[in-house]
């Protein structure tokens, strides 16, 4: 059996620190993460720049994290490690083996290029944001749990006694990019199911905007739909009820203590979160199942930059596989 990690087995001694790197599909945050009380020092975010490709995103990630080394030595800190978390299948050996959201980062010398200020780890975003609570946050008492996270995309990682489950090739996260079913299309083609299309925040802002919408975050479908837009409305409805149905998918098939939501959407109370909740407990299997907690990450949004970091101070997120 795996022991638990706790904050008092990650601490170092004063004065070391560690940077994480939390790569999204729409921005990259970069914090300074104090090695003894495992706090966020500070923290700064710059738009994932796409369109100039994976070379680009690398360069403008790679300006931050030099910016923030010279933080942590203004702020007297040594730099003992960097986490890197990126929103691409990371396989067992840290490598990056998928370039679905950041173009080519599974060819690029990332960790090369990111790992010069002080040794690299690379990790899943999913797996370093559940690593974070299950360390700091509302996974604490919680033996074994599904983390959900809900934003840009959607992912999750199960955790058992604190350490993310990975997979045989780290591959254990693919929720939202997978084909949950064909259905029929116009003429006689077929039209693939895929969550992340219906009911993650790009998603509700792609298909708001294609139907005639205005908007450019998920927060404005969802104020639109709150403020009595119809379109709005049955969108938000449509991708809360799909995501439900997934919730209730991974607890039938993983029967966890609890489920922890992130990311932008799961991290928020809003009208699109309780249909997802109300949906999903409608779709679980059994009474005994249907009452367990559906709880927000205590870290918020920090998450991810705050796991990145526990990854570099630890040189990786202690795992099962």
Same mark, same amino acid.
């Given at each position: 059996?795996?022991?638990?990690? $706790? @904050? ?14 939390d790569v999204g599909g729409t ?8 090695? /003894? ?12 720049? +796409? ?7 690398? +360069? !403008?990630?790679? $300006? ?44 690029? @010398? ?11 780890? =690379?990790?899943?975003?999913?797996? /370093? ?12 008492r919680l033996t074994y749990y =599904? ?25 254990? %996260?693919?929720?939202?990019?997978? =084909?949950?079913?064909? %259905? @029929? ?8 199911? &895929? ?26 479908? *969802?104020?639109? /739909?709150?403020?009595? !837009? ?10 809360? +009820?799909?995501? #439900?149905?997934?919730?209730? %998918? ?12 992130? #990311? ?18 409608c779709r679980m299997y059994s009474?005994? =199942?249907?009452?367990? @907690? ?15 970091? *526990? &990854?570099? %101070? ?8």
């Amino acid at each position: 059996m795996f022991a638990s990690v $706790t @904050p008092g087995r990650i601490g170092r001694r004063d004065g070391d620190a560690a940077i994480g790197v939390d790569v999204g599909g729409t921005k990259v945050a970069v914090g300074l993460i104090d090695a /003894a009380s495992l706090s966020l020092l500070t923290r700064t975010t710059i738009a994932t720049r +796409r369109d100039h490709g994976g070379e680009g995103v690398l +360069r !403008d990630t790679d $300006t931050q994290l030099k910016k923030m080394a010279d933080e942590a030595t203004r702020r007297g800190r040594r730099v003992v490690g960097v986490g890197l978390a990126v929103p691409e299948i990371v396989d067992l050996e840290g490598r990056i083996t998928s370039g679905a959201v950041i173009p080519h980062w599974d060819e690029l @010398p990332v960790a090369e290029t990111l790992g010069k200020i002080a040794p690299l780890r =690379v990790e899943a975003d999913v797996r /370093a944001a559940a690593f974070a609570e299950a360390v700091l946050g509302a996974g604490r008492r919680l033996t074994y749990y =599904v983390y959900l996270t809900v934003g840009t995309g959607i992912s999750y990682s199960a955790v058992y006694k604190g350490r993310p489950v990975a997979g045989a090739h780290g591959g254990a %996260l693919n929720i939202g990019s997978s =084909v949950l079913a064909d %259905l @029929p299309a116009s003429g006689s083609g077929t039209q693939h199911l &895929v969550l992340e299309r219906i009911a993650s925040g790009h998603a509700l802002v792609e298909r708001y905007v294609a139907s005639g919408g205005t908007a450019r975050r998920a927060e404005d479908v *969802l104020a639109a /739909a709150r403020h009595g !837009d119809p379109l709005a409305a049955s969108i938000v409805d449509e991708g809360a +009820r799909t995501l #439900g149905n997934a919730m209730a %998918l991974l607890v039938n098939l993983l029967d966890p203590e609890a489920l922890i939501a992130g #990311g932008g959407l799961g991290s928020a109370d809003t009208t699109f979160w309780s249909t997802a909740v109300a949906c999903a407990r409608c779709r679980m299997y059994s009474d005994t =199942v249907r009452s367990l @907690p559906i709880l927000h990450a205590q870290l918020g949004a920090d998450a991810g930059v705050i796991g990145a970091g *526990l &990854v570099g %101070l630890l040189g990786g997120v202690p795992r099962k596989t």
